[in-house]
């Protein structure tokens, strides 16, 4: 804000803030005179530091603010009470005007008690507006580190500028927070922090449980960092409870919801500076508000989880259901949309900025004929979303821009009047702020379906980070943050990309030139195509990867790298790995564009890895490829769904221009029972102990993987997998071999685990599936093949040589697997011949048409 960063006049030095808040350091341990409240018993020494959680302050006013700290000497404890006694305690709190506190303004006495985990939240007020001040607890003889707060501009003053973090999804990173350290050292009047501040587990249920995961967070002294940084307006999304709750409704059967919600409530208020209005009774937690930052800015807080209507459809990313339409679904409930409705006609700022929690822009994942969306987001709730978007056409309030969050990932995206007309009106400006540290898994269905809904002007799925926006009369400005390594103790931020709104014109443009290290397109060498999915990385000289990224749908990449001389190195299945070298003489953007050359005839090997989010295998596995397709084999690597038996298995798979889609294939399983229940699919029954490349190609690769079955170790099993030039499959032949003196009866297969968004199964003679993981069939194929896709168009398919008397399948939209029981005698061997296909079916009504094809061809 206007005279933003100083105090009295003076440069406010963030460095020696940092020194003073000791967010690294343990309390300071004061003499005689310590203060304590009122009849409250004084913390004893012999407890230990009990400001182990740090300090925070939040929802700044013009007059004052929140401050908050929880007594927590052992703030691990396993009964949630963070090593304190169950009973009350006093703590004085000092706000100053200064860092050494040579001019205190207010003091004041509180008790924490046990009832709210000894979390305190004093309502500080009386301040100045749009002012600098430090303030720290005390509690018996330890003084805790210092924080530093602003208040708002007073209503109705003129304000040059504002600067605010916009931050979400942080999950447990073990202790560092490469973002929240990068944040730390901004210069920021507040952060909006809008949900996922922690992830809920399936064991985080009682009060204790939820105290315990957030106290686990405040360990990490990044985070700490933070919140004395700033004051912090937060409101939370679903992992602070349970992933994807509506309302009263859990994501599945989960025994007493309400009083589930409840523990979580309580927690997340005691762990974060919160006013007493935002206090839960049991349930219930009243968290939407608007705050207001002089004329410039008005901010309007929503809580898109407590009083919504269920999910119409409960699947990660599905064909959107009808339900969607309802014009009686709600996302916010009919009081708190009445609210802010109220509050936007009311508004008199230049901006009005709507911080919530899901992606409010539409977007279709489908692409081909299709409308698929995540019916978590706005998408869902779709009559929602019209009202709100009729209400901003008819009352026009000032420069709306939304801020949201929960999608890990960065995205630019103009809110339009009709998503389905490009030249539509844009009514307001969203921008999506990546994760603190989750990862995005889901960024290749993003990019495939960017050419479908061309109101998304920037996606980024690669890093993580928080926004940086800045705001005057004039302009709104939004730098995306981000860093390398989320995780990383050290480590500096990057400006990933630029994006400004002029006053009176919604719609973001893109600041040229903005931001640091390399970037350019990736290419193939044969036809000049952009390539989407192409993993790049940066090599310095001393032979470290110093950042790593991936192509988007223009081919696009961007690199963080300082100054310096780096190898870049651009990676795809199908392709010739390729390398330039660049110098960078200062920070700035350098653009190196790279050719990569199609694979000649068929290869197999190891050094490369397949392009995208959901790629498992490294550089250690085996690579089969051609110029049509690529698949990855464990060598190495293991999935935690088949632990001990992955190596010889199919983890990666891709037709060229595409990325991966599999979770693995599991070629194959040798099951004294038969595969039944919601399991089924994961079987571990075979292991190979040897993979081996026994020709590297060109005119063909091979690579066999040797072992036996876990159930009866008397059958060797022997897989091999042959690739030729230009097909779009590659051959597999599994040998079981009895070498005992007793027959055998397996159940033998294979299982396909798709991941894409939209998945679904496909099996000849029963259509297209898409029952739900918890109810599996058996099916009769009607010809030996089974299939999976998604809205990818990639349809992957194992296709059987020969007919296999009693061959059955079993399936559910998440994944299938084929079942035939057989006998060996000993001495006798049985053999299983399939194809592992991947094609592009090109977005086609029917997506498994094409294996139905390859099937009938190859007879």
Same mark, same amino acid.
């Given at each position: 804000?206007?005279?933003?960063?100083?105090?009295?006049?003076?440069?406010?030095?963030?460095?020696?803030?940092?020194?003073?808040?000791?967010?690294?350091?343990?309390?300071?341990?004061?003499?005689?005179?310590?203060?304590?409240?009122?009849?409250?018993?004084?913390?004893?020494?012999?407890?230990?530091?009990?400001?182990?959680?740090?300090?925070?302050?939040?929802?700044?006013?013009?007059?004052?603010?929140?401050?908050?700290?929880?007594?927590?000497?052992?703030?691990?404890?396993?009964?949630?009470?963070?090593?304190?006694?169950?009973?009350?305690?006093?703590?004085?709190?000092?706000?100053?005007?200064?860092?050494?506190?040579?001019?205190?303004?207010?003091?004041?006495?509180? !008790?924490?008690?046990?009832?709210?985990?000894?979390?305190?939240?004093?309502?500080?007020?009386?301040?100045?507006?749009?002012?600098?001040?430090?303030?720290?607890?005390?509690?018996?003889?330890?003084?805790?580190?210092?924080?530093?707060?602003?208040?708002?501009?007073?209503?109705?003053?003129?304000?040059?500028?504002?600067?605010?973090?916009?931050?979400?999804?942080?999950?447990?990173?073990?202790?560092?927070?490469?973002?929240?350290?990068?944040?730390?050292?901004?210069?920021?009047?507040?952060?909006?922090?809008?949900?996922?501040?922690?992830?809920?587990?399936?064991?985080?249920?009682?009060?204790?449980?939820?105290?315990?995961?957030?106290?686990?967070?405040?360990?990490?002294?990044?985070?700490?960092?933070?919140?004395?940084?700033?004051?912090?307006?937060?409101?939370?999304?679903?992992?602070?409870?349970?992933?994807?709750?509506?309302?009263? *409704?859990?994501?599945?059967?989960?025994?007493?919801?309400?009083?589930?919600?409840?523990?979580?409530?309580?927690?997340?208020?005691?762990?974060?500076?919160?006013?007493?209005?935002?206090?839960?009774?049991?349930?219930?937690?009243?968290?939407?508000?608007?705050?207001?930052?002089?004329?410039?800015?008005?901010?309007?807080?929503?809580?898109?989880?407590?009083?919504?209507?269920?999910?119409?459809?409960?699947?990660?990313?599905?064909?959107?259901?009808?339900?969607?339409?309802?014009?009686?679904?709600?996302?916010?409930?009919?009081?708190?949309?009445?609210?802010?409705?109220?509050?936007?006609?009311?508004?008199? #700022?230049?901006?009005?900025?709507?911080?919530?929690?899901?992606?409010?822009?539409?977007?279709?994942?489908?692409?081909?004929?299709?409308?698929?969306?995540?019916?978590?987001?706005?998408?869902?709730?779709?009559?929602?979303?019209?009202?709100?978007?009729?209400?901003?056409? !008819?009352?026009?309030?000032?420069?709306?821009?939304?801020?949201?969050?929960?999608?890990?990932?960065?995205?630019?995206?103009?809110?339009?009047?009709?998503?389905?007309?490009?030249?539509?009106?844009?009514?307001?400006?969203?921008?999506?702020?990546?994760?603190?540290?989750?990862?995005?898994?889901?960024?290749?269905?993003?990019?495939?379906?960017?050419?479908?809904?061309?109101?998304?002007?920037?996606?980024?799925?690669?890093?993580?980070?928080?926004?940086?926006?800045?705001?005057?009369?004039?302009?709104?400005?939004?730098?995306?943050?981000?860093?390398?390594?989320?995780?990383?103790?050290?480590?500096?931020?990057?400006?990933?990309?630029?994006?400004?709104?002029?006053?009176?014109?919604?719609?973001?443009?893109?600041?040229?030139?903005?931001?640091?290290?390399?970037?350019?397109?990736?290419?193939?060498?044969?036809?000049?195509?952009?390539?989407?999915?192409?993993?790049?990385?940066?090599?310095?000289?001393?032979?470290?990867?110093?950042?790593?990224?991936?192509?988007? #749908?223009?081919?696009?990449?961007?690199?963080?790298?300082?100054?310096?001389?780096?190898?870049?190195?651009?990676?795809?299945?199908?392709?010739?790995?390729?390398?330039?070298?660049?110098?960078?003489?200062?920070?700035?953007?350098?653009?190196?564009?790279?050719?990569?050359?199609?694979?000649?005839? #068929?290869?197999?090997?190891?050094?490369?890895?397949?392009?995208?989010?959901?790629?498992?295998?490294?550089?250690?596995?085996?690579?089969?490829?051609?110029?049509?397709?690529?698949?990855?084999?464990?060598?190495?690597?293991?999935?935690?769904?088949?632990?001990?038996?992955?190596?010889?298995?199919?983890?990666?798979?891709?037709?060229?221009?595409?990325?991966?889609?599999?979770?693995?294939?599991?070629?194959?399983?040798?099951?004294?029972?038969?595969?039944?229940?919601?399991?089924?699919?994961?079987?571990?029954?075979?292991?190979?102990?040897?993979? !081996?490349?026994?020709?590297?190609?060109?005119?063909?690769?091979?690579?066999?993987?040797?072992?036996?079955?876990?159930?009866?170790?008397?059958?060797?099993?022997?897989?091999?997998?042959?690739?030729?030039?230009?097909?779009?499959?590659?051959?597999?032949?599994?040998?079981?071999?009895?070498?005992?003196?007793?027959?055998?009866?397996?159940?033998?297969?294979?299982?396909?685990?798709?991941?894409?968004?939209?998945?679904?199964?496909?099996?000849?003679?029963?259509?297209?599936?898409?029952?739900?993981?918890?109810?599996?069939?058996?099916?009769?194929?009607?010809?030996?093949? *089974?299939?999976?896709?998604?809205?990818?168009?990639?349809?992957?398919?194992?296709?059987?040589?020969?007919?296999?008397?009693?061959?059955?399948?079993?399936?559910?939209?998440?994944?299938?697997?084929?079942?035939?029981?057989?006998?060996?005698?000993?001495?006798?061997?049985?053999?299983?011949?399939?194809?592992?296909?991947?094609?592009?079916?090109?977005?086609?009504?029917?997506?498994?048409?094409?294996?139905?094809?390859?099937?009938?061809?190859?007879?």
């Amino acid at each position: 804000m206007s005279g933003g960063g100083t105090a009295h006049g003076r440069r406010f030095d963030r460095r020696r803030f940092l020194e003073l808040s000791g967010v690294s350091t343990t309390a300071v341990l004061l003499g005689t005179g310590a203060m304590h409240s009122g009849t409250a018993r004084a913390l004893p020494p012999a407890l230990g530091d009990p400001f182990t959680l740090g300090v925070a302050s939040g929802d700044p006013l013009p007059d004052g603010v929140v401050l908050w700290t929880r007594l927590a000497p052992d703030p691990l404890a396993a009964d949630g009470r963070g090593g304190m006694p169950a009973e009350p305690f006093g703590v004085r709190y000092e706000v100053a005007e200064d860092e050494r506190f040579t001019r205190i303004v207010r003091r004041g006495a509180v !008790e924490a008690t046990p009832e709210l985990g000894h979390s305190v939240h004093p309502e500080i007020t009386g301040l100045r507006p749009g002012r600098d001040y430090f303030y720290r607890f005390r509690a018996g003889t330890a003084v805790s580190p210092v924080g530093r707060t602003r208040t708002a501009p007073a209503p109705g003053t003129a304000v040059e500028k504002l600067t605010f973090g916009l931050a979400s999804c942080q999950a447990w990173t073990g202790g560092r927070y490469a973002a929240y350290r990068a944040m730390a050292a901004d210069d920021l009047d507040f952060v909006v922090h809008v949900g996922d501040y922690i992830y809920e587990g399936g064991s985080t249920r009682t009060l204790a449980d939820f105290r315990v995961l957030h106290a686990r967070y405040k360990t990490s002294p990044d985070l700490r960092a933070a919140h004395a940084a700033f004051p912090f307006v937060t409101t939370f999304d679903d992992h602070e409870v349970d992933n994807n709750w509506a309302g009263d *409704i859990p994501q599945d059967s989960t025994p007493d919801f309400r009083a589930l919600r409840a523990n979580a409530f309580q927690a997340y208020y005691e762990h974060l500076p919160l006013r007493v209005a935002a206090r839960p009774s049991g349930p219930d937690m009243t968290l939407y508000r608007s705050l207001t930052f002089g004329e410039l800015l008005s901010l309007v807080v929503l809580d898109t989880r407590q009083h919504r209507t269920d999910q119409a459809d409960g699947r990660f990313i599905a064909p959107r259901d009808p339900d969607a339409l309802d014009p009686e679904r709600t996302m916010t409930g009919d009081e708190q949309e009445r609210w802010l409705f109220d509050v936007l006609a009311g508004s008199r #700022a230049r901006w009005n900025v709507i911080a919530q929690q899901t992606i409010m822009a539409f977007f279709d994942y489908d692409t081909g004929e299709g409308v698929s969306i995540n019916h978590d987001q706005w998408d869902g709730y779709a009559a929602a979303r019209d009202r709100l978007f009729a209400f901003l056409a !008819e009352q026009r309030p000032s420069n709306v821009v939304v801020v949201s969050g929960d999608w890990h990932s960065s995205w630019v995206n103009d809110l339009k009047a009709d998503f389905a007309d490009p030249g539509s009106e844009t009514l307001a400006t969203e921008f999506v702020g990546t994760s603190i540290s989750s990862g995005c898994g889901w960024r290749d269905d993003v990019a495939a379906a960017l050419g479908a809904n061309p109101h998304v002007r920037f996606f980024d799925g690669d890093h993580r980070g928080y926004a940086r926006c800045t705001v005057t009369p004039s302009q709104w400005r939004t730098d995306i943050q981000v860093v390398n390594d989320p995780a990383a103790a050290a480590g500096p931020a990057f400006t990933l990309a630029s994006f400004v709104v002029a006053d009176g014109v919604a719609g973001a443009r893109r600041v040229d030139d903005a931001g640091d290290g390399v970037s350019g397109t990736v290419t193939d060498a044969t036809d000049g195509t952009p390539l989407a999915g192409v993993a790049v990385l940066a090599r310095a000289a001393d032979g470290t990867v110093a950042s790593t990224g991936s192509t988007d #749908a223009d081919g696009e990449y961007r690199l963080l790298v300082t100054a310096g001389t780096y190898d870049v190195v651009a990676t795809a299945g199908c392709y010739q790995t390729a390398t330039r070298t660049v110098t960078l003489t200062e920070d700035r953007l350098v653009r190196v564009d790279v050719a990569l050359p199609r694979v000649t005839g #068929a290869v197999a090997g190891t050094g490369k890895r397949l392009a995208g989010a959901r790629v498992e295998a490294g550089e250690s596995d085996v690579i089969l490829e051609n110029a049509a397709l690529a698949m990855a084999v464990a060598a190495v690597t293991e999935d935690g769904q088949l632990l001990g038996t992955t190596r010889g298995k199919v983890l990666d798979m891709a037709v060229r221009g595409r990325t991966d889609q599999l979770d693995w294939i599991n070629l194959t399983y040798a099951s004294a029972a038969r595969p039944q229940g919601t399991e089924a699919w994961q079987q571990a029954t075979v292991r190979y102990e040897r993979v !081996e490349v026994t020709e590297a190609g060109p005119a063909r690769a091979v690579v066999r993987a040797t072992g036996a079955s876990t159930d009866f170790p008397a059958l060797a099993v022997e897989t091999t997998y042959t690739i030729e030039p230009d097909v779009s499959w590659v051959a597999a032949e599994s040998l079981f071999r009895n070498t005992g003196s007793a027959p055998v009866a397996p159940w033998i297969g294979d299982a396909i685990d798709h991941d894409g968004a939209g998945q679904c199964t496909g099996i000849p003679g029963h259509g297209t599936i898409t029952t739900p993981y918890g109810s599996p069939r058996e099916y009769s194929p009607s010809e030996p093949w *089974i299939g999976m896709t998604g809205t990818d168009p990639q349809t992957y398919g194992l296709l059987y040589d020969a007919n296999p008397a009693g061959l059955l399948a079993a399936a559910t939209g998440n994944w299938v697997m084929s079942m035939l029981a057989v006998e060996i005698a000993p001495a006798e061997q049985f053999r299983l011949r399939r194809r592992i296909v991947a094609v592009d079916s090109g977005g086609a009504a029917d997506p498994f048409a094409v294996l139905a094809q390859l099937y009938r061809a190859g007879r």
